[in-house]
């Protein structure tokens, strides 16, 4: 098998292939992503949350972190793994010398799936549009309203822990490789304490302070700049995308320029966050 | 024309040489690739079809060469390898249309007409909604000959494409295969005689790399024209009981025999001797 995978190295020939199959693979993709059964248990999930939350411990705390992060866990978490387990599929299969003798190229196809993540992405925008909708109906009391940056880190982690999952199906494709990934995650997200306001590294990054019980009374939020989070966050989606394009295409310092541009922006930006 | 132009391949997996100068050619029609297991059959469709490169010798495919142009040639190209390994949670639609997709069909009602199309072709037409884990084997097998069809290639290679089908859908595949190849190329690895006496124009027989018959299976049971023999008694290595309790001998004649007619199974024992029952080297 090996030596199969080094004969078939792209070289620019294979980007030759029509761009125009790219917006129809990247919607298949999509679909087949939107409809695993880990993205659909991660918005089960999230909706479970907000029933709960609107059930039982509803308040000015929980309500603002519900709208900001809560996408993260488990949606982001989960949504992780189904790119990576779709992006993966037909290698798992024994399926790629079919695929991989195919006009459209695998560079084609790594795209396709980056692109794929836009489906949960939107998915998400959306839920957050109705989350916002139901808050205004309800009147929700909420200590501020929250920005449109705000609104949108959970989104964009969601966007990115797809395009990572693809990342992680081509350049670690071993079995538990995507555990290993996860654990990493969730280890850099535990970089800096919330005093600090440098816990905005990570992803799952609390925005309200939760103070003594009751948590749901409104205690000020931690120090830093929400907006550049936003920016960080959208950065390391754009890198994580580099990532994957680097393992197959032939282009290899294009997407290494732009990996590294991404990392200057991820940088500036999670420098430009903390208080 | 000659649409396949082998010459001189070889092809080693790390010291053994799978290919060992092999040179044939071919054109359109139906061409049949006969050879004991290990004999190089997938070795040579692998690199036909573009997976693997010669080490050396040279290929040319449909009138180019393929480490130069093997875009134009994937673009004409159907290929059913002998493990396909599929997406197991698709359907069988689904799984096709992607196939499609990825052979840029990019449009949708085309491509889905054309789906149809080649589900129909090999009689799947009733599962097509099916997920592919919950088909048989053979059933399998056809999902595979549909995906090679799609977009009417003019060089498909198939490797072992009859395994396991049941007799009905083995005649349906000779049909098919046999229209297909009134204009295009079609190449297929096999190990049932019977296939290649029904449906090949010409026959390509591999051995340890080499190529050890090339011609039409007429001419390949030609070969043991005079040398098969019925007998009560068993001779050499070539012989074996048949139904009716008496031995098929191939080669010399026995005590009490009575000379028949030779199939192509009958020429392609013999072409390869110990070879082909699993001794020698
Ligand atoms: N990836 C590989 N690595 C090492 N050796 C290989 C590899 N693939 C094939 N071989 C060797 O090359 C030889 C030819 O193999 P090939 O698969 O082409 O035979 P075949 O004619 O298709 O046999 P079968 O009828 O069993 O399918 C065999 O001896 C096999 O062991
Ligand atoms: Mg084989």
Redesign the pocket.
Known sequence: ?I??LLESHEDHEDLEDKVSALPVLALTEARRLLRHPLTLLGFALFALSVVTEVGDYWGPRPAFSLITNGMVLWLGVLVFFAAELVASASRRAGGDELLGVLPTSRTRRTAASCLAALGPFLVACLVQAMLCAGYAVWEVPLERPPTIFELASGPLCVLGAGVLGVASARWLPWRGSSMLVMVALILYNNIGDEATGRHLLGFYAELPIWGQWPYRAAKGFHPGNTDWHAVYLLALCLGAGALAMLRDSPRRWFWLGAGALTLVLAVVAGWAQLP | MNTVVVTNVVKS??R?R?LDGLSFTTGPGVTGLL??????????IRMLATVLTVDSGTLRLLGRDPSAERLPIRRRLGYLP?EPGFHRSFTVFEFVDYVAILKELTDRRERHDEVRRVIAEVGLAAVSGKRIRALSGGMRRRVGIAQALLGEPELVLL??PTAGLDPEQRLRFRDLISRIGENRTVLL?T?QTEDVAALCGRVVV?DQ?RCAFEGTPEELRRVAEGQVWLSPERSGMLSWRTGEGLFRNIGGAPAAARLVEPTIEDGYLLLLGDAAVGVGS
Request: avoid cysteine; charge should be negative.
């Open positions: 098998m030596v199969e | 997996y790390g053994y799978a050879g004991p297991n290990g004999a190089g059959k997938t070795t040579l002998q490797d072992e690895a190990h591999l790399g």
